[in-house]
């Protein structure tokens, strides 16, 4: 497979390489404060601009800030329960600050373009489900772009989503709906698909199981044997197997993308 563009910032309109946005101490801190601001929106789905001339973040869409009454109506229904999303809901609780030691580590995503931009910037996000709200389960990612021109991000913590509780859940299933939800909305997944092709990039993306999982329903995937397709449709939530099963590949693969 061939990637869209070139991680060379002198071969896709990124710069040249005798111009590096880390030439300077102040310049560094500046540089890492956009990635995150750019990481954070990417990661909730909201639009914005990159300006790599003039390193400017337009943030177009923000998370109004306290908690909302209104009736919402849901980003999607998953598994068949709602799921409330950033870039279209506000969450009706107060968000508590984000504590790692009161999370649930839930996956990890290796996103090949997470700072979206003309330079293909990747790095990692990791899926973290709350239960401090009273009747939800919430998703927090704590995201990290790779290193580029020599310097890196920083980690950047954000919340993503909630879905209400019901009975007989789990922070196990909740976190599949939530993080399905939130790839959707990472990936750009038109609001009345459930499909896109991710095969066209050379640095993944990949995860861990869960995720893996996800991104099957989303996008093809490729299999050695039969066998091996129904161990992995044996070992996940049912809702996905139809998903991940339509988009399965059995033989030798085309790529390399899923092995």
Known sequence: MKRMKSNDPANNGCGSSNRHPSDTASKTADDNSL?????????KGHSFKLDDALMKVALLQDLESGPSSIQQQPYR???????????????????????????HKWGQLHHPMLALSSCEIGGEV????????????SLWTSTQIDEVWGFGSGASYDYVAWTP????????????????GALLVMFDVGSDEWFQDLTGYEDGPWGSQEVAWLLGAMSPSVHKTNE????????????LRPFYEKNAEVGEPTSDYYG
């Not at 990635?35 to 990661?43: E, M, R």
């Not at 509780?165 to 399905?180: E, N, P, V, W, Y």
């Open 77 to 103: 229904k998953i598994d068949g329960r709602p799921v409330y999303h950033t870039s279209v809901n506000s969450p009706p609780f107060e968000v508590k600050d984000f504590d790692i030691a009161k999370l």
């Open 165 to 180: 509780k019901t009975a007989g859940d789990s922070i196990q299933q909740a976190g599949f709906r939530l993080a399905h």
């Open 35 to 43: 990635l995150k601001a750019v990481t954070a929106q990417s990661v």
């Open 126 to 137: 990791k899926l973290y489900v709350d239960t401090r709200a009273s009747g939800h389960y």
């Open 228 to 239: 091996a397709l129904k161990q992995q449709l044996d070992g996940m939530p049912s809702y």
